[in-house]
């Protein structure tokens, strides 16, 4: 079983950074893909960024060259580097784990963390 524990959101001004984390515990070496994922209110939620074990990298249209998703793997942690931010990043951001054994698969989430653009 994987724990994940996020921190570093708040409340920004349109402009500003944030950096996101998530730290991973417990079956650990399985994770063979991390990635952030947030919410609006009334909308579904959609990915943000994603990053492999391999250090296979992907962005959603919306916050390419604006967001940066990193690993620290001395913290068995995920980073999501936020810049630029606009009222539009406003969510509930989520971290995800992807886990996989010959014969098990499973998605683990955080709890979410509060990202709050003010105009």
């Known amino acids: 079983q994987v724990q994940l524990v996020e921190s570093g959101g708040g409340l920004v001004q349109a402009g500003g950074s944030l950096r996101l984390s998530c730290a991973a515990s417990?079956?650990?070496?399985?994770?063979?893909?991390m990635g952030w994922y947030r919410q609006a209110p009334g909308k579904q939620r959609e990915l943000v960024a994603t990053?492999?074990?391999?250090?296979?990298?992907s962005y959603a249209d919306s916050v390419k060259g604006r967001f940066t998703i990193s690993r620290d793997n001395a913290a068995n942690t995920v980073l999501l580097q936020m810049n630029s931010l606009t009222p539009e990043d406003t969510a509930v951001y989520y971290c995800?784990?992807?886990?996989?054994?010959?014969?098990?698969?499973?998605?683990?989430w955080g709890q979410g963390t509060q990202v709050t653009v003010s105009s």
């Open positions: 995800n784990a992807d886990e996989s054994t010959p014969n098990m698969r499973e998605d683990y």
């Open positions: 990053i492999s074990s391999g250090g296979s990298i």
């Open positions: 417990g079956s650990i070496f399985t994770i063979i893909a």
